[in-house]
């Protein structure tokens, strides 16, 4: 979890803010690298962390046989 | 009656249709199917609910024009990545652990984990927040009725109140959820379609996320023929540390705000609130990447069609927004109205940067700035009233519930019967609408700069007592008051202190009255932690389930807890 929260934070206030400057000076298919982070990059990388998360997660919960999938949904 | 006309009242009378039927075919009869949707909904509807619920009239209407049309391009960006950054945080530290906590409500959450008064103050954040909110919401809905079919703003905003009221009334959270889902469909739809074809016409790409990379060199060089610097270029309307501030006061408070986090106790268990998270950010990244590059077209095709035209000669999308008095002369100073186009003499050469374009009008005139079909006019129009409607029932039933659980049946009347909870629930419901309706045709004036610190507030105030309730068994009720107080009450002051219409001052570090959040979320997280290692601990109990909860599965204490039997 730390290591997603690492990421997170890279790609969005590091290459889509602290160092957009210099990653501007690149560019791919027509974005400035810096730029791309900021309007696109970070959010296609939040989606992925997600996703990393949940599939961890998933596989967690199986080594320690949990099976609550189908049951549970009570409330107070 | 115009095509333009014809079509829109034809997508939504459908749309409208599709809501009353899906409402009806939900009615619920049990508090937790009317707070909770019975807590039986799967993860994929779970996550398009989310998404429509967030993606309000300010996403879907607004966005794109604050992004192309406010400063330079690059600034929007704050919004982006603020926006969808916060999903992230809701994901990995508050959605799964406060589902298996149980409960409806935040302020449920923090009663429940630090106190009765701790309850309250969370029930008074959450009122305010959704209110400031949901005048918005229904202010959308008045624009989007008076532009396309040419009703008046209170007929519409009142034909609007009547559907919520249906849907909300009768199905509770089970019947907006499943609203929900057809509203996601009809707004990811109609913002999608326009993007797509815009792009296909101007780059020959049809992916407008990658079509919009090969326009950026032109409008580059537009802009700064006009003086307005680069389009793409990095802190040109604003610095570094409020990029930072505003950023993070976003993503935090995205993942405090109290109508998304309700949406987490819907989930059928715990691994469907974490899947919900993954597929809310993914159906919200459809229109989140989408909205930057209908930014980008539209400022393209606004200047090519704009800049050094005659007023005679002007496309017809200029003249109908003209006419309705959001496309003006440049205004004199910032913040004052511009005078009417038609004041201008018909030969009359434009200059861009000599006219004044209202940023709401962006998504819902790029079709025809596109010059994109009528049918296509008309379903981008029920998108924007899609957009508007969900978040609007959503933000109504937290106030709803708030009143109805939080304060009547946890404080006034814990003796209360299910049918007279569901009654008091259903009443809030109906009040909670007409006070929304009459803020939506009278919308006081602070309602546009409070919303963007609506977030700021909600990162201020709930973001650091909800993780540490989760993460740290030690934290206090008095811990969490004081810094619930404190974070609150330094963001409101700094904000009224700095706002143009109140203090107008700059500040300290000139840091942004919307990037202030993050400084009170600190003052929050510093203040709870110092107060709780000289309060009186959490009783055993309490800090045992905090421990289990973080456990994977169920313990039979965790069980216990969330049927209510500790």
Not at chain 2, 103 to 124: C, H, M, N, Q, W
Not at chain 2, 437 to 465: C, E, K, M, R
Request: aromatic residues 12%; charged residues 10%.
């Amino acid at each position: 979890m730390a290591v997603l929260l690492t990421i997170w934070a890279l790609v969005s206030f590091g290459a889509g803010i602290i160092f957009v400057e210099p990653l501007n000076n690149f560019s791919i298919m027509g974005f400035p690298l810096g730029f791309w982070f900021a309007q696109q990059g970070s959010i296609i990388t939040f989606v992925a962390l997600i996703a990393v998360y949940v599939w961890r997660m998933d596989k967690l919960d199986a080594e320690y046989g949990i099976d609550e999938y189908e049951e549970e949904v009570h409330h107070s | 009656m115009t095509d333009i006309q014809t079509w829109t009242l034809v997508f939504t009378a459908l749309s409208f249709g599709v809501y009353i039927y899906i409402a009806y075919a939900s009615r619920v009869n049990s508090t937790s199917g009317f707070y909770v949707a019975g807590g039986g909904i799967p993860a994929p509807a779970n996550g398009a609910a989310i998404a429509a619920d967030w993606m309000s009239a300010a996403s879907f209407i607004s966005m794109a024009g604050i992004i192309g049309l406010a400063g330079n391009g690059y600034g929007g960006s704050v919004y982006l990545m603020g926006w969808t950054g916060g999903y992230v945080l809701l994901a990995l530290l508050l959605a799964p652990y406060l589902r298996k906590f149980g409960k409806y409500t935040i302020p449920d959450f923090v009663g429940d984990r630090y106190s009765e008064s701790a309850r309250l103050i969370a029930v008074l954040c959450a009122v305010v927040v959704s209110f400031v909110y949901v005048a918005g919401q229904m202010a959308g809905v008045g624009l989007v009725f008076t532009r396309f079919l040419g009703v008046d703003t209170t007929v519409g905003v009142v034909i609007g109140m009547a559907i919520v009221f249906f849907y909300a009334v009768l199905g509770g959270m089970k019947g907006i959820t499943w609203t929900q889902v057809a509203q996601y469909t009809v707004l990811i739809i109609a913002y999608l379609i326009p993007a797509f074809a815009v792009s296909a016409k101007v780059t020959g790409v049809a992916v407008p996320q990658i079509g919009f990379g090969t326009i950026l060199d032109e409008l580059n060089g537009l802009q700064a023929d006009l003086g307005l610097g680069e389009y793409t270029a990095a802190f040109g309307s604003t610095n570094m540390l409020n990029m930072l501030l505003i950023t993070a006061a976003l993503m935090f408070g995205t993942a405090g705000l109290p109508h998304v986090i309700v949406r987490f106790y819907t989930a059928k268990s715990v691994r469907a609130a974490r899947f919900s998270a993954l597929w809310a950010l993914f159906f919200i990244s459809l229109l989140y990447t989408t909205a930057p590059s209908v930014a980008a077209f539209s400022k393209l095709q606004i200047i090519n069609d704009v800049e050094g035209t005659a007023v005679s000669d002007v496309p017809s999308w200029f003249t109908t927004w003209a006419e309705v008095g959001l496309i003006t002369q440049a205004p004199s100073e910032p913040g004052a109205v511009g005078a009417p186009i038609s004041e201008l003499a018909p030969d009359t050469v434009l200059r861009y940067t000599d006219i004044f374009v209202n940023n709401d009008i962006i998504v819902l005139a790029s079709p025809e700035i596109g010059g994109l079909p009528a049918p296509i006019v008309g379903l981008v129009a029920a998108g924007g009233l899609a957009a508007a409607l969900s978040t609007a029932s959503g933000l109504l039933l937290v106030i709803s519930s708030s009143v109805a659980n939080d304060v009547y049946y946890k404080r006034i009347n814990p003796q209360a019967t299910e049918a007279r909870q569901l009654m008091v629930g259903r009443i809030a419901m109906g009040g909670a609408i007409v006070v929304a309706g009459y803020l939506g045709i009278n919308p006081p004036g602070f309602v546009a700069q409070v919303v963007a610190l609506a977030f700021g507030l909600a990162a201020a105030s709930f973001f650091p007592i909800l993780v540490l309730g989760i993460f740290w068994k030690n934290c206090t009720a008095a811990g969490a008051t004081a810094g619930m107080s404190a974070g609150l009450i330094t963001t409101m002051a700094y904000m009224l202190w700095t706002i143009d219409i109140y203090g107008n001052s700059d500040g300290i570090f000139g840091i942004a009255e919307t990037g202030f959040g993050t400084v009170g979320m600190i003052i929050n997280f510093i203040v709870t932690i110092t107060v709780s290692k000289f309060t009186t601990k959490p009783s055993p109990v309490m800090q045992e389930l905090v421990e289990e909860i973080r456990f994977p599965g169920r313990t039979e204490l965790v069980a216990k807890h969330a049927e209510g039997q500790v």
